[in-house]
Every structure is written in structure tokens, then in C-alpha cells.
């Protein structure tokens, strides 16, 4: 490296990871504006003129080893406006730019990052924005619903849709195909045979070895988007709860974050740690379940009845203190419409000690069943290579390595106020994404007694006001499977024009098509549910 | 080996029955007891006795919801309800089904494979339509991607609203629709 290499080196690295992205674009004359302050924040945000560029623009966040967290578009009449969500060590940047809405035409980002690529089908399907040099031709989110030639988030688009008519049968859709000798084919869903989420899997394999799986997911799209436009604020909230049910805290919590940013709304400290409380409840209570339905997934049964057992005292917790037992409409705009007293403190640190108490038990006897490692160790292994490149969130990074962490690495209210410790393991297997849960576990409940500890005194919510049309919000939490980002802008009236939520399992879910290979067929199901996508969350 | 032995010794019998009360109330978390549970499941254990010579089964269909419903209808077979033992038996097949149990909105994108479980479900068959959203559409109502309720699709035979219901509410809706 030569001197003048060398100083642009240091100075590169002595600066913001946004302002040395800016810097590199013009370097390679990508013309961009920074706006500040930032319309997005926590996210920096930068405009890339020329919709050309939009592909020279992810190669350069490639080499920066920029995270692909989110993409979404927007109908602005006369243009579409795509905008695209990137991470790097906690920093996050919002590139947008605008292509024609005659013909919507961008270059592709998933040649660069994977987890553009399901996002960049889904815009295509329902904005008809084509990105040129996308991998992938097919549709994803449209099944038969709507016709090749509609698109729903178009404003043009009416909420009901245009075909009353009995909806077809996707059958068509043209899954990859595997040939060789001994080779077969096994179909899957969407209706699976237990208490489930419907989606489609295509598996192929050979003898009982597993080469390929393909999802096919989306049959649950219930067209979240659509119906969120012309909605309140408080109405957005009550949708949130529902993108996924089991996360019903984590995305209320985002899309109230991101309509109080886009509305400058203070919330009172006490409401932001009444939220944080309940997004660890709901942690504690997923991942229970989760560990819970691991072991049944492999035949150890007592410990699904045990993990059982214990979350739903959790979920009857929930009931008497809060009034519902997955804490649903919980969390309101401007605040929390729940508090806490002296009685539910006691009670929620009582239950703290005594599920304490019982996984000290339980972790003994499970360190000591040689016939669990056996179904747990080295089975649907994750590198961490692939959980890098695929981005993935949550447990499912954090038992390949990748510690990201929305609390600890970008940390909002009241996080920013807490010790959050991010359990990190490289063995990337099932077992270590339940082990990995284990410890998160305990870290909830530390985090649980933390903010029952400092909570303090004050109101739980602050008025809603309207912000003006236009107004847009970004929301950033750590939900129980992982980053959760929740878009937002503001139209006439105080009404939603535009919601888009990412639910981790977006991410997520395509490291399931990875760490299935070379397993043996009847290891899926563990393999699925230690990776545990929401199908709703994914197919909106 | 022992410790499982020792743990499932100590943990008890949590099934709740009047009987066991006593025990019961050395464990965290009674406060929530469900004090109806017994005499909901005592009469939904006669119903199937009488009505269905002692067993119920029950094919789960997730037709679009949010995934709250099913997380109850799990909570179904945890210790506490135990709803096995009242003679209702969640299968793997609807052509094993007495009845559908099916969470709502019905997503278009589910409507043909919803149509097909209901065909493929011997009869006589019952449909119970699960949550706010599958009586009536709830928060997602009818759209381009949504039918709404599950009777917009297939025959109802009884609704169980709420958001979702709780282990209890599904319990008394299977209940009221073979009592009629």
C-alpha cells in the first residue's frame, strides 16, 4: 500500500460507515445526496439520482460488507421510489431512488446480496418494478389471485380486488427440478400435518438424503400492505399486532416506533420500559415454546410437556396482568395502555425466580440424554459463511456467529439504558439454535429485572398527534426472532399511506433451504422449527 | 436417567381437576387457574362419549391467520388442558376428521387448498371457523388477497370469535356446537 493509499486507508476508517459509503459513490461517480438531517433516522439516508447506478450502488455496499436488511417501494404517481435498508456495525443507511412508473426498471440487487432477492420478487409482483439481472424470474407473492399484468400496491389497484370469482389452484408454479438416477420428488403442504402455518415444500432426494429443498411460500398473504393504507394510527398499531402473531409485541412495538419518529413524538421513559418488559415476556414465552417443540420434533416428550408446562404459566401471567395472553394491543401509539404496580412486579419477579429455579433442573437433564445430542448435534448445520451471507437474524445468526443484535448494536429506548449481553455461538447446528435460545432466556429475565428494577415513575402514554402529510418513520427493534423493521409514511389526515414490515423470517427463511442439505428427510421437521420462520410475517 | 425419573415425580400431576387442587397449590402461577375448566371438560367428555362413542377428531386448518389462533389451539394439549383425555384428538389428516377447525381470514391463496381439506373430509363433517377472523374477517376483513370469514368459503357449522380465543373459549365452542 502506498503512502496516499495508506492515508486514505486511516481516514476511511476513522469515519462513519454512511459518510465512507458516501464517499465511495462519488468516487466511483455515482451521483447521491446525503439529506440531513436524516427524514429516517436512526438510518442515515442517502438519494441516488440516476435509478441507473442502483446496481453500482449495492456492489459498492458489497464491499464495504454492508448488511441487506430491508427493501420496499412506493407509488408516487408518476414514479415508483424504491428504498433499500443496509446495516454495518450498527449503523443504518436508507439509499432511495425513483424509476419511471411507465416502466418501472431498476438493476437487481440480489447478484449481491440474497436477501434482496425475495424482497425484489415481492416488489416486482406487486409493483411491477423489473430489476434487471434478478436470478430469479418467477413470481413469489402472487399465486392466482391476481392476474400477471396487475399489481396490488399500485394506488390504481382497488383494496377488493378485481376477481369475486373462486380463486384457482396454484398449480403451475415451476419448482426446480433435480434429475439423476434415484432421485424422487416429495411434495409438502401447503396444509402440513399438524397444528401449523401453511407453506408449500419441494424436496428432492435420494434414498433418505435430502439434495434440495425448495419453499414456496406466500399462501397466507393477506395483503397486509394494501389494507394498511387510509388506515389511524391507532388502527396501524392493531394490523402490526397481527403481521405475526406470535411477535404480536415486537411488530407493534416497530410500527409505533416508526409512526412516533415520523410524528416527533417523545414517549414517556416509563411507557418505553413498560415496553421493553413486554417484548421480553414475549421472548420468554417463544422461546419456551420453541425449546419445547425441538425436543417433540425428536421424541423427547417430557420435555415438551416441561417447557409446555412453564410457558403457560407465563401466558396465564400475561392474563392477569396485562389482560391478554399474548399481550396483544398492548402497545399503543404515544405509548402503552397497560402499567405496572408493586403486586405485578412481585408476581413477574416470583415467576422470574421459579422458571430460574426449573431450567436449572431441566438443563441438567438435558446435558445428560446422550440420545437428544444424538438428534441435535450436527444436524441441519448453518455455516457461518452462508448464515454471513444470507444475513440471517436472531438465533438463527447468532448460532452461526453472526452476533447483530438490534438492543446491543443500535440500542433504543429503553435498551440504551440496560446491559443487554448477546450470546454468540459458531457450531451453527440445532442444537446450538436451541441452546442459543436457552441463553437467551436468561438473558431476558435478567433484562426483565432490570427494567421491573429502574423502572421509573411517570405517565404511560403521550397524546397521539398527527404529523403532516408526508411524514415518514423508520422502526428498529429486536423482536424474539430477530431485527424487525416496520416503514411507515403518513398521507392527508393523519392516515397511513404506505407500511411495510420485515419480519426477520424474510431473512430467515432461505438459510432453511441451506441447512437442510444432507440431512436425512425425517430431520426436517426439527430442522424447520429450530429455525422457526412466521410464514404469515414472510408472506404479509 | 434419574433425574427424569425424579423431575416428573416432583412436577406432579398439573392436569386440572378439582381433585388435585391441593397439591396443585404448592406451584407458582395458580393465581390463573381456570376454575371452569372442569365442568367444561366433564360435559365435553360426555358429549363425545354419547355423541361420538368416546372420541373427537379434529383436522386444524391454518386458511391465513396470523398464527395467534394456533398458538391457543397448541395450548390445547399442554399439560393444563390436556384436552385428550375429553376424547378430543387432534389428527394429521382430514380424511381422519370429524371435524375442521379452521383459522381465518381464508387468504385467496389458501382458498383451493381449504375447498380441497373440506372435500377430502369424510362425512358427516363439522367445520368450526376459529377467531375473529375467521367468523367474520377480523382486523383483515375481505380484500384482493383475503375471502374474510371461513363461511364466505366452505359451510360453518360454528363460530368461535375472539382474538384469539383462549384454550377455554375453543373448549366451550367445541362443546356448544354438539350440545345443540
Not at chain 1, 194 to 204: A, L, S, T
Not at chain 1, 400 to 406: A, H, Y
Not at chain 2, 60 to 77: K, P, R, T
Amino acid at each position: 500500500m502506498n503512502e496516499t493509499n495508506e492515508l486514505a486507508h486511516d481516514v476511511a476508517l476513522s469515519m462513519e460507515p454512511a459518510e465512507h459509503f458516501h464517499l465511495e459513490l462519488s468516487n466511483r461517480g455515482v451521483e447521491s445526496k446525503a439529506i440531513s438531517p436524516s427524514p429516517l433516522l436512526p438510518a442515515h439516508f442517502l438519494e441516488i439520482v440516476k435509478p441507473g447506478d442502483w446496481g453500482k450502488v449495492a456492489s459498492v455496499a458489497k464491499d464495504q460488507a454492508w448488511r441487506w436488511a430491508a427493501g420496499w417501494a412506493e407509488d408516487e404517481g408518476n414514479l415508483f421510489s424504491v428504498s433499500v435498508c443496509l446495516e454495518l456495525q450498527g449503523t443504518y443507511l436508507v439509499l432511495r431512488t425513483r424509476t419511471d412508473s411507465g416502466n418501472p426498471f431498476l438493476p437487481s440487487h440480489a447478484p449481491y446480496f440474497v436477501s434482496a432477492n425475495r424482497p425484489e420478487r415481492h416488489m416486482r409482483d406487486m409493483f411491477g418494478i423489473k430489476f434487471s439481472g434478478h436470478p430469479d424470474p418467477r413470481r413469489w407473492t402472487r399465486h392466482q389471485a391476481w392476474d400477471s399484468e396487475t399489481y396490488p400496491l399500485r394506488h390504481a389497484f382497488p383494496k377488493e380486488g378485481q376477481s369475486p370469482g373462486q380463486t384457482p389452484p396454484d398449480k403451475d408454479y415451476p419448482f426446480f427440478k433435480v434429475d439423476g438416477q434415484g432421485v424422487f420428488e416429495i411434495p409438502v403442504g401447503p396444509v402440513h400435518a399438524g397444528i401449523i402455518e401453511p407453506g408449500h415444500f419441494r424436496f428432492h432426494a435420494v434414498g433418505e438424503t435430502l439434495l434440495s429443498l425448495e419453499e414456496r411460500l406466500c399462501y397466507v398473504h393477506k395483503g397486509i400492505e394494501k389494507i394498511a393504507e387510509g388506515r389511524t394510527a391507532e388502527s396501524l398499531a392493531r394490523l402490526a399486532g397481527r403481521v405475526s402473531g406470535d411477535t404480536t409485541v415486537g411488530h407493534a412495538f416497530a410500527a409505533c416506533l416508526a409512526m412516533e419518529r415520523a410524528a416527533s413524538l417523545e414517549v414517556p421513559l416509563r411507557a418505553s420500559f413498560i415496553r421493553g418488559l413486554l417484548v421480553e415476556l414475549e421472548r420468554v414465552i417463544n422461546h419456551l415454546w420453541d425449546m419445547a417443540a425441538i425436543c417433540n420434533d425428536v421424541a423427547f416428550a417430557f420435555a415438551y410437556y416441561q417447557f409446555g408446562r412453564l410457558r403457560e404459566l407465563w401466558l396465564r401471567d400475561n392474563q392477569a396482568l396485562f389482560g391478554h395472553r399474548l399481550l396483544m394491543d398492548r402497545i399503543v401509539p404515544g405509548g402503552v395502555n397497560v402499567d405496572v404496580n408493586l403486586e405485578s412486579s412481585e408476581r413477574i419477579t416470583k415467576s422470574v425466580k421459579f422458571l430460574r429455579q426449573e431450567l436449572s433442573e431441566l438443563v441438567t437433564i438435558h446435558d445428560q440424554n446422550s440420545s437428544l445430542e444424538d438428534r441435535l448435534v450436527t444436524a441441519g448445520h448453518l455455516r457461518v459463511e452462508d448464515a454471513k451471507t444470507l444475513g440471517a437474524l436472531g438465533f438463527v445468526g447468532r448460532s452461526s456467529g453472526q452476533s447483530f443484535d438490534v438492543r446491543k448494536d443500535a440500542p433504543y429506548s429503553p435498551y440504551d439504558q440496560l446491559e443487554v449481553t448477546v450470546p454468540v455461538e459458531n457450531q451453527g447446528d440445532v442444537a446450538s439454535r436451541f441452546w442459543v435460545r436457552y441463553k437467551e432466556l436468561w438473558v431476558a429475565l435478567k433484562l426483565i429485572e432490570q427494567l421491573l428494577e429502574k423502572m421509573p415513575d411517570g405517565e404511560i402514554a403521550t397524546p397521539w398527534v398527527s404529523p403532516s402529510p408526508d411524514a415518514e418513520g423508520l422502526g428498529l427493534v429486536e423482536g424474539w426472532r430477530g431485527e424487525i423493521l416496520s416503514y411507515v409514511r403518513f398521507g392527508e389526515d393523519g392516515r397511513i399511506s404506505r407500511y411495510y414490515p420485515r419480519d426477520p423470517s424474510i431473512v430467515n427463511w432461505p438459510a432453511l433451504e441451506k441447512l437442510v442439505l444432507g440431512n436425512i428427510v425425517p430431520d426436517f421437521p426439527v430442522c424447520n422449527k429450530s429455525v422457526n420462520g412466521s410464514y404469515s410475517g414472510n408472506d404479509l | 436417567m434419574f433425574g427424569i425419573y425424579r423431575k416428573i415425580l416432583t412436577t406432579g400431576v398439573l392436569t386440572e381437576k378439582f381433585a388435585r387442587k391441593k397439591r396443585l397449590s404448592q406451584q407458582v402461577g395458580l393465581e390463573g387457574r381456570e376454575p371452569e375448566l372442569d365442568e367444561i371438560g366433564k360435559k365435553l367428555k360426555a358429549t363425545i362419549d354419547k355423541r361420538f362413542a368416546g372420541s373427537l377428531h379434529i383436522r386444524q386448518v391454518d386458511a391465513g391467520s396470523c398464527n395467534g389462533c394456533e398458538l391457543e389451539i397448541h395450548a390445547l394439549n399442554n399439560v393444563y388442558y390436556d384436552i385428550e383425555r375429553f376424547g378430543v384428538h387432534f389428527v394429521a389428516s382430514p380424511r381422519h376428521a370429524d371435524v375442521l377447525l379452521v383459522t381465518g381470514p381464508v387468504s385467496r391463496n389458501m382458498e383451493a387448498a381449504l375447498r380441497r381439506t373440506y372435500e377430502a373430509t369424510a362425512n358427516p363433517k363439522w367445520v368450526i371457523a376459529v377467531g375473529d377472523c375467521g367468523a367474520c374477517g377480523g382486523e383483515f376483513g375481505v380484500s384482493y388477497a383475503s375471502c374474510g370469514a371461513v363461511a364466505n368459503v366452505i359451510p360453518v357449522d360454528a363460530v368461535v370469535p375472539g382474538c384469539p380465543p383462549t384454550p377455554l373459549d375453543l373448549m366451550r365452542g367445541i362443546l356448544d356446537l354438539f350440545s345443540r
